[in-house]
């Protein structure tokens, strides 16, 4: 079986990725195939799966390296091949190329061109649904939570770096990035380091590949309680998340990262439309435009031995007007 899901984004490959333990669990006799990207294929090390595929975005333009990608699927002579989302025509190219006996696809534009078709609930939207409305629609169970597999070693890797940046252990962890209209301006971030120092909350402060920029001007402002985090490979800095106690972060791949592995969350989304993405556990917080003070207020709240966002309802995000 082949699950096509070519998306450079983090957060989406990770959603996916619930499907692959939804089939080990419920059909291990399955060999279970992955359409990746180059950028994500790393994500999916550790999981049980036959072979990843990845897609690089040099196909596009070299298209003698797409037809060698297709030859390399159509040989796995597949059953079944799922197009788990409607959005990517190159994905659903490669699931054409890949010529499996039978097709599954979403009941929206590309409908016509599936065997089988799953159709979401009226009135689903999280995204973190849709794994497990494919899985139903063949009958498995499904977590409705993304997912990724961290190794002992990676673990006591991540644990062995963290010491060298501090003795002591930090209180959250803070990602600073977002893609797009999800981006929080720098001013922000530095607002957020003097209201943690202002509370003397220990923190660590995680930079990706595309904010490494801002670096210079946060380093002014991380005070007395806070660290910046050296830049990581993708594999080492989510087991650097699996050792916080919790993530402040905007809509971003890091924020399903943390859910994947069980970090509580204290998502700060900058747009509503990012409520389809929002955290939903019980220990998670979720805030539409807070202030840095709002945001250190929230996660500092005592009312409860672990304390939940005044700020959601179900899959819904209010704007926060109290945080008292």
């Known amino acids: 079986m082949l699950l096509v899901r070519p998306n450079f984004r983090i957060g989406n490959a990770l959603i996916s990725a619930r499907l692959i333990d939804a089939f080990a669990r419920a059909r291990p006799d399955i060999e279970v195939d992955y359409l990746a990207t180059d950028t994500t294929a790393s994500l999916f090390k550790g999981m049980p799966l036959a072979h990843c595929h990845a897609l690089s975005r040099d196909m596009l333009v070299r298209p003698w390296k797409l037809l060698?990608?297709?030859?390399?699927?159509r040989h796995r002579r597949y059953d079944l091949a799922i197009q788990v989302a409607d959005t990517s025509l190159t994905g659903w190219l490669c699931l054409k190329g890949a010529a499996a006996r039978f097709t599954l696809g979403a009941n929206a534009r590309l409908a016509g061109s599936y065997n089988a078709v799953y159709t979401?609930?009226?009135?689903?939207?999280?995204?973190?649904?849709?794994?497990?409305?494919?899985?139903?629609?063949?009958?498995?169970?499904?977590?409705?939570?993304?997912?990724?597999?961290?190794?002992?070693?990676?673990?006591?890797?991540?644990?062995?770096?963290?010491?060298?940046?501090?003795r002591d252990p930090f209180d959250v962890g803070v990602f600073v990035g977002g893609h797009l209209n999800k981006r929080l301006p720098l001013a922000f971030w530095q607002s957020l380091c003097g209201a943690l120092n202002a509370r003397g909350i220990r923190f660590i402060l995680l930079i990706?590949?595309?904010?490494?920029?801002?670096?210079?001007?946060?380093q002014h402002h991380v005070g007395h309680y806070g660290h910046i985090a050296p830049n990581m490979p993708l594999r080492t800095f989510a087991a650097t998340l699996e050792q916080l106690p919790r993530l402040i972060t905007p809509d971003?791949?890091?924020?399903?990262?943390?859910?994947?592995?069980?970090?509580?969350?204290?998502?700060v989304l900058n747009t509503a439309g990012s409520q389809k993405f929002a955290p939903r556990g019980y220990a998670d917080q979720v805030l539409l435009s807070p202030t840095p003070a709002e945001v250190v207020d929230t996660i500092t709240q005592t009312t409860c031995s672990v304390p939940i966002s005044p700020c959601a309802t179900g899959d819904s995000v209010a704007p926060c007007e109290s945080y008292s």
């Open 68 to 73: 060698a990608l297709w030859r390399t699927l």
């Open 252 to 267: 971003t791949g890091p924020m399903h990262m943390a859910v994947a592995l069980g970090v509580p969350v204290t998502a």
């Open 120 to 166: 979401l609930p009226s009135g689903q939207t999280h995204a973190y649904d849709m794994a497990a409305t494919i899985a139903h629609s063949l009958g498995l169970d499904c977590e409705t939570r993304p997912w990724i597999v961290i190794s002992e070693p990676e673990q006591a890797q991540a644990q062995a770096q963290l010491k060298q940046i501090s």
């Open 208 to 218: 990706g590949p595309e904010e490494a920029a801002l670096q210079s001007a946060l």
